[in-house]
C-alpha cells in the first residue's frame, strides 16, 4: 500500500515536472527534422504509411508528443528509442530545448518481443506528428 | 518469471494495438476489391473517387460515403458525382484536424477508411502566370506563389539539341536557368511540387503547364511568344496548334469531296448542250418551237440554184447559219434514210418527213 501510495506521488511530481518544450528553438529543430530526421523516418518506413492515430496543433504540443512516442518504448517495439531517427531527435532537442533532458523511461516492458508491424505503424505515428508541427 | 513476463506482454499488447490500430497499409486499393484515390485540391477541397479493383469488375451497388475532421460527429457525403449512374466519389470541403474517409457498401459494410491529415493528399494547382525572360545567357522564372507553403517550383527546358528535359527547381516561383545559349530555342513548362518533408510522402505535384517555347537572339519566328498560359485551365499552345491542323485538315478533305461529286456528277449527268448557240432565234424569235423556227428558216433560204434542187437539200443562208460542205450532207435516196427531205441547218442535219423530223 505504502509502494503504491509513493509511486502515485511519483507520477504527479513527474507530470509536473513535465518539459512543455515552449522555449525551444523550433526553426532549428525543424531544420535538422528537414536535414536528417525526415530521411531516417521514411528510411525506415520504407514506403509503408499507416493511418495517423493523433493530431497536434501547435508546435510545443507536437514535441510533447513526438517524444512521447520516440522516447516511451511500447510493447512490441522495444527498439524504437535506439533508431536512427530517435537518437538525432534526442539529439536535436538536447541542444535546442534548453533545460530538456532526457527524462527516465518505462523500461518494464522493453523485454517483449519486436513486431515489425507494430514498429512501423509507431515510426508512421510519429512522421505524421513531425508533419503537424512543421505545418503548424 | 519469464512466463510472468509474457503474461503482462499477452494482457498490454492488445491496448497498445487498441490505442494504435495496426491496419494494413493501403495504397489506393482494399484487397483488389475497390480503389480509392484521395485527392486534397490546393488546400480547398478534397475529392475521393472509387472504382472497381483487379478482383472486381465493376460496382454492383451505390457506396456511401461518411466523413469527419477531429472529432466532429461524421457526416454524410455533401456532394457526390456518379459514372453510369453508379456512385464514383465525392467532394468534401476542407476542415481542421486529421480527416477520416470511410466508405461502406449500401449504408453497412465498411469496405474502406482512412484517417490522416487531408494535406497529406495535396495536389496544388499549376503555376500560373509565369513570365519567362533572357537575361545574358540564362533565363529568369518567375510566377505568383501559392497561398501556402511548402511547394517546391521545378521549372523543365529542353531544346532540339537535347530533347530531354533538364530540371532546376526552387522553394519560390522565382529562378533562374543557366547555361542557355540564346541563340537556341528552348521549350520550358513549370509546375509546383509539394515537399515531402513538410506534407508527407503522399502529396503530388501539379500538373505541369503548357510548353513556352523561347529564344533569346536569332532569327525571329523560329519560336512563338515567351508567356505561357495565363490561366490554369486554357488549352496548352499544342493542343490549339493540334485543334487548328484538325480544322484545317477536315476544311480540305471537304472540299476534296466536294470535287469529286462534282466530277461524279459529271460523269454520270452529262450535261445536255445549249441550242441557243446552234440555232440562233430560235428561242428569241420562236419561244423554242422548231418548226416555226425551221420554217422561218426555209423562208430566208435564197433561191436554190438549179443543179441541187434534185438533191432537196435546204441550205439556209441567214445570218449566223453557216453552210454545210457538200462532203457532209447525205444525199437524198440514200438506203438507210427511206424517203423525205434532207435538211442542214447551222451543223445539224434533218431528214424532213410529211408530219415531222428526224435528227441525224
Known amino acids: 500500500m505504502v509502494l503504491f501510495r509513493y509511486l502515485f506521488i511519483l507520477q504527479v511530481v513527474r507530470l509536473a515536472l513535465t518539459y512543455n518544450f515552449s522555449n525551444c528553438n523550433f526553426e532549428m529543430i525543424l531544420r535538422i527534422y528537414h536535414a536528417t530526421i525526415f530521411r531516417d523516418l521514411l528510411k525506415d518506413l520504407n514506403g509503408i504509411l499507416f493511418d495517423q492515430i493523433e493530431d497536434c496543433d501547435s508546435r ?3 514535441l510533447l508528443k513526438i517524444d512521447h512516442h520516440t522516447f516511451n518504448p511500447v510493447p512490441g517495439c522495444p527498439s524504437l528509442p535506439e533508431k536512427a531517427f530517435a537518437l538525432k531527435t534526442k539529439a536535436a532537442l538536447i541542444n535546442y530545448c534548453p533545460g530538456y533532458s532526457e527524462t527516465e523511461r518505462n523500461g518494464t516492458l522493453e523485454m517483449t518481443r519486436e513486431i515489425r508491424n507494430i514498429c512501423l505503424n509507431q515510426t508512421s505515428q ?10 503548424s | ?5 509474457w503474461a503482462i506482454v499477452a494482457m498490454l499488447l492488445p491496448r497498445v494495438l487498441g490505442a494504435i490500430p495496426t491496419r494494413t497499409p493501403r495504397t489506393g486499393g482494399v484487397g483488389d476489391t475497390l480503389s480509392v484515390a484521395i485527392v486534397c485540391h490546393d488546400l480547398e477541397s478534397v475529392e475521393v473517387t472509387w472504382g472497381p479493383g483487379s478482383a472486381h469488375h465493376g ?46 457498401e449500401g449504408g453497412g459494410a465498411k469496405l474502406f477508411s482512412r484517417k490522416k491529415k487531408a ?44 530533347p530531354e528535359w533538364q530540371s532546376t ?31 508527407g510522402p503522399e502529396a503530388r505535384p501539379s500538373k505541369w503547364t503548357g510548353v513556352a517555347s523561347l529564344q533569346g537572339v536569332g532569327p525571329t519566328g523560329s519560336c512563338t511568344g515567351p508567356t505561357l498560359p495565363r490561366t490554369p485551365g486554357t488549352p496548352t499552345p499544342p493542343l490549339a496548334l493540334a485543334c487548328g491542323l484538325a480544322v484545317a485538315l477536315l476544311t480540305l478533305v471537304l472540299l476534296l469531296a466536294l470535287l469529286r461529286m462534282r466530277r461524279v456528277k459529271e460523269a454520270l449527268l452529262p450535261g445536255v448542250p445549249d441550242p441557243r448557240g446552234s440555232f440562233p432565234g430560235l428561242f428569241e424569235k420562236h419561244h ?13 433560204v435564197p433561191t436554190v440554184p438549179e443543179q441541187d434542187k434534185d438533191d432537196d437539200v435546204i441550205r439556209p443562208q441567214t ?42
Open chain 2, 319 to 360: 445570218k449566223g447559219v453557216e453552210t454545210q460542205e457538200d462532203d457532209d450532207v447525205i444525199a437524198p435516196g440514200s438506203p438507210c434514210l427511206g424517203g423525205g427531205a434532207l435538211m442542214s441547218v447551222g451543223g445539224a442535219s434533218f431528214l424532213m418527213g410529211d408530219s415531222g423530223y428526224t435528227t441525224l
Open chain 1, 126 to 135: 510519429i512522421l505524421g506528428l513531425w508533419l503537424s508541427c512543421i505545418q
Open chain 2, 288 to 300: 423554242g418551237n422548231f418548226q416555226a423556227w425551221i420554217a422561218d428558216s426555209q423562208a430566208a
Open chain 2, 1 to 5: 518469471m519469464r512466463a510472468v513476463t
Open chain 1, 60 to 62: 510545443t504540443a507536437c
Open chain 2, 59 to 104: 460496382l454492383s451497388a451505390n457506396l456511401s460515403l461518411e466523413f469527419r475532421y477531429g472529432n466532429q460527429v461524421p457526416q454524410p457525403c455533401p456532394h457526390y458525382f456518379l459514372l453510369d449512374s453508379v456512385r464514383a466519389g465525392c467532394v468534401l470541403p476542407m476542415g481542421k484536424g486529421l480527416l477520416e474517409v470511410v466508405l461502406r
Open chain 2, 169 to 199: 527547381s526552387a522553394p519560390f516561383c522565382n529562378l533562374t536557368v543557366g547555361g542557355l545559349d540564346p541563340g537556341r530555342c528552348y521549350d520550358f513548362r513549370v509546375r509546383a511540387t509539394p515537399q515531402d518533408f513538410y506534407y
Open chain 2, 119 to 162: 494535406s497529406a493528399w495535396l495536389r496544388p494547382r499549376p503555376p500560373w502566370n509565369v513570365t519567362l525572360s533572357w537575361v545574358g545567357d540564362t533565363v529568369a522564372v518567375s510566377c505568383p506563389s501559392h497561398s501556402y507553403p511548402g511547394l517546391e517550383y521545378e521549372v523543365q527546358h529542353r531544346d532540339d539539341f537535347d
